[in-house]
C-alpha cells in the first residue's frame, strides 16, 4: 500500500516536472519572439529618426535656395512620408474582430 501510494506520487511529480518544463520552452520562445520584435521595431524607429534627421538637414541647406530646389525637397518629403505610411499600414495587424454579445 505504501509502495503504490508513493508511485502515485512520483508519478504526480513527474508529471509536473514534464508541466514545468513545457512552459519553460514556450516561455523561453516567447521571449525570444519578443526580443525579435522589439529589435525589428529599435531598427526601423532608428531609421524613421534617420530620415527626420536628413531632411531637417536638407531643409535648414536649402535656406536662400532657389524655389525649384525647396519643391524638390519637398517632394522627396512626400515621396518619404507615403513610403513610410505604405510601410506601417503593411505591417501593423489589423485589430482583432469585436465579439458580438448574444
Known sequence: MIVAL???ILVGIAYLIYRLETF??????ALT?????VTTETTLDQSVL??????LTQIQAANGVSPAAVEALVATMQA????L???VTANTPAPPAA????
Request: aromatic residues 0%; glycine residues 4%.
Open 6 to 8: 508513493l508511485t502515485a
Open 24 to 29: 519553460m520552452a514556450t516561455a523561453a520562445q
Open 33 to 37: 519572439d519578443l526580443t525579435n520584435a
Open 50 to 55: 534617420t530620415l527626420i534627421q536628413n531632411l
Open 80 to 83: 518619404n512620408a507615403s513610403g
Open 85 to 87: 505610411a505604405a510601410a
Open 99 to 102: 465579439s458580438s454579445a448574444s
